[in-house]
C-alpha cells in the first residue's frame, strides 16, 4: 500500500498529459484567418483586463464564496482596527511556557511558505487599507533569503491573531523547522493555517510535504498563491492548477489567488478582501462577535 506521503506527492507533483484523437485536416478560408486573428487579439485583452475576483470565483466551485456584506465586513474590520506586535520567539520552551499562562487564547491563523513566498508582505497586505497603494510596514520586508528568523505574533483589533513563520527551504535551519511543525501540533488556538506559494515558481517539493504533513495532521490550510501579478499568461496558469489535481488532495484547500503589488496589469491588491473574509470566518468571528 502506498504511504500517504508518496501519494500526495504524485498527486502535486505529477501533470498527467492526454493524448487525444487525430485531428483531420480542413482547408483554411481567408475569412477564417481573419476571424481567428480578431478572436486571438479579444483573447489577449481580455486577460489583460481579467476580473480577478471572478478568477478566485471560478477555482473555489466547491466552497461558497463570501456575500458582498461578508467581504464588506471583512475590509471594515482590518482597515479600522489596531494592529499589535504581541510577541516573536524561537525557543519552543519559553513560547509554549509563555501560552499555557494566556487563560483565554485568542483564534490564530498562520502564514506558512517556503522562503520569500511573501509571507510578511501578505501580512501587511491585510492589515493596510485597501484604498493605499503603499503598504504599511507592520511586519519587516526584505529581499534577503530566510530573513525572518522567529515565529512572530501579530494581535488585530484584539480579536484575533497572525502568526508569521520562518519560510522554510533556502537559508532555513532544522531549529526553526522543529520550531514551526511543533507549534502547528501543539497550539490549540489555532484556528487554520494558509499555505503560502509563489505562483511564478508554482508547487516544489518543500510545499508537496508541507502539503503531506498538514494533511496526515489533520490540520486545516488553504493554499494561497502570492504575487499573480507576475504571471504572464493566466489561462496558462489556471491550465497548470487544473493539472496539478489539487482537488484530489486528501483534503482539498480553498485557492486564493493574490497579487504582491499594483501596477499597470493589477490596478488594485486582488484576493486581499477574499482572504480577509476567509480569516474572520476561520476563527468564526462574525459580526455579532467583532
Not at 31 to 53: A, E, F
Not at 204 to 214: G, T, Y
Not at 267 to 276: H, N
Request: hydrophobic share 35%; glycine share 4%; charged share 30%.
Amino acid at each position: 500500500m502506498k504511504t500517504l506521503t508518496s501519494i500526495t506527492k504524485n498527486i502535486v507533483l505529477t501533470t498527467k498529459k492526454r493524448v487525444g484523437p487525430a485531428i483531420p485536416s480542413v482547408k483554411t478560408k481567408k475569412k477564417d484567418v481573419v476571424k481567428n486573428k480578431t478572436i486571438q487579439s479579444t483573447n489577449k485583452k481580455s486577460i489583460s483586463i481579467y476580473k480577478w475576483n471572478d478568477l478566485n470565483k471560478s477555482i473555489n466551485k466547491v466552497y461558497r464564496y463570501p456575500t458582498d456584506g461578508e467581504i464588506n465586513e471583512a475590509n471594515y474590520f482590518f482597515n479600522s482596527s489596531k494592529v499589535d506586535f504581541a510577541w516573536a520567539n524561537s525557543d519552543p520552551d519559553k513560547l509554549f511556557s509563555l501560552i499555557d499562562r494566556i487563560k483565554h487564547p485568542k483564534p490564530e491563523v498562520l502564514f506558512l511558505g517556503r522562503s520569500n513566498s511573501g509571507k510578511s508582505t501578505l501580512l501587511n497586505n491585510i492589515v493596510t487599507n485597501l484604498h493605499s497603494n503603499s503598504l504599511d510596514r507592520v511586519a519587516k520586508v526584505s529581499k534577503k533569503t530566510g530573513f525572518t528568523k522567529t515565529l512572530n505574533c501579530f494581535t488585530i483589533g484584539n480579536k484575533l491573531n497572525i502568526i508569521d513563520t520562518p519560510g522554510y527551504g533556502q537559508n532555513s535551519s532544522v531549529d526553526q523547522g522543529d520550531l514551526v511543525m511543533k507549534y502547528l501540533k501543539q497550539q490549540k488556538a489555532l484556528c487554520r493555517v494558509f499555505l503560502l506559494i509563489s505562483a511564478e515558481k508554482s508547487i516544489n517539493k518543500w510545499d508537496s510535504s508541507m502539503i503531506d504533513f498538514l494533511s496526515t495532521n489533520r490540520i486545516a490550510y488553504d493554499l494561497v498563491f502570492t504575487k499573480i501579478d507576475k504571471i504572464k499568461h493566466l489561462d496558462s496558469f489556471k491550465k497548470e492548477l487544473k493539472d496539478q489535481r489539487l482537488d484530489e488532495l486528501p483534503i482539498f484547500p480553498r485557492l486564493i489567488l493574490t497579487n504582491s503589488e499594483t501596477n499597470k496589469k493589477c490596478l488594485k491588491r486582488y484576493g486581499v478582501d477574499f482572504l480577509r473574509s476567509v480569516i474572520l470566518e476561520s476563527c468564526n468571528l462574525s459580526k455579532k462577535k467583532l
